[in-house]
């Protein structure tokens, strides 16, 4: 059951990363100065990653506070939520060192 859960959030990770990649690789319509512009930004997918990870580490958080309480003896989906929490925050570690070296590496180019 474990296996098929961090199974499971990693292939909606992947999906979500497929489909930035899909909008990234559209043709931009878009006029300098449009304010209105159709789906969503790439902040916005970058936003709700960020806070998809944060539930999961304050889940994770939250379960281990109950564990080490007593109110709770659920200690194997504990370590799950620990685990998964943990994984989710390296991708987006991850992902975090790849749009910075993409950064630097377009302010290295000549202009």
Not at 9 to 31: D, G, M, Y
Not at 32 to 46: A, E, I, N, P, Y
Not at 82 to 91: H, R
Request: no cysteine; glycine share 4%.
């Amino acid at each position: 059951m474990a296996i098929s859960t961090a199974k499971s959030a990693a292939q909606e990770v992947l999906a979500q990363i497929r489909e930035i990649q899909s909008e990234s690789r559209k043709p931009a319509n878009v006029t300098v100065g449009d304010s209105k512009q159709s789906g969503t930004s790439f902040m916005d997918h970058l936003k709700s990653g960020f806070e998809e990870v944060n539930g999961m580490q304050k889940k994770a958080d939250a379960m281990a506070m109950q564990v080490a309480s007593g109110k709770s003896e659920n200690l194997h989906e504990t370590m799950i939520a620990t685990t998964q929490a943990e994984i989710s925050f390296n991708l987006m570690v991850q992902l975090r060192n790849r749009a910075l070296e993409a950064y630097q590496e377009v302010m290295r180019m000549p202009v």
